[in-house]
């Protein structure tokens, strides 16, 4: 099994930042296959949506609306991802949640981001 715990969420004002942990632990063959790392987040009364992902070969993905604003990056020897989220908008307001591996996924229990304005 794998773990994934999320840290550094908190309230920030509108165009603050905040960066984002998630350190994974647990069967080290299993964490030899988490190819995919990412964040997603869900704001109150919305769907899940994706935010950002990063493969272990550096291939990067991001939403639409955090693009230019936010960075994701990860460290292979430390099993670890992170988010930088610069110049914050109340529409980032959610909980952020890790994913990691291929095929199969695990998810973390997420960390509350408030952006107030």
């Known amino acids: 099994q794998v773990q994934l715990v999320e840290s550094g969420g908190g309230l920030v004002q509108a165009g603050g930042s905040l960066r984002l942990s998630c350190v994974a632990s647990?069967?080290?063959?299993?964490?030899?296959?988490?190819?995919?790392m990412g964040w997603y987040r869900q704001a109150p009364g919305k769907q899940r949506e994706l935010v950002a992902t990063i493969t272990s070969g550096g291939s990067l993905n991001y939403a639409d609306s955090v693009k230019g604003r936010f960075t994701i990056s990860r460290d292979n020897a430390k099993n670890t991802v992170y988010l930088q989220m610069n110049s914050l908008k109340p529409e980032d307001t959610g909980v952020y949640y890790c994913?990691?591996?291929?095929?199969?996924?695990?998810w973390g229990q997420g960390t509350q981001v408030t952006v107030s304005s």
């Open positions: 994913r990691a591996g291929q095929g199969v996924y695990f």
């Open positions: 647990g069967s080290i063959f299993k964490l030899i296959g988490l190819n995919d």
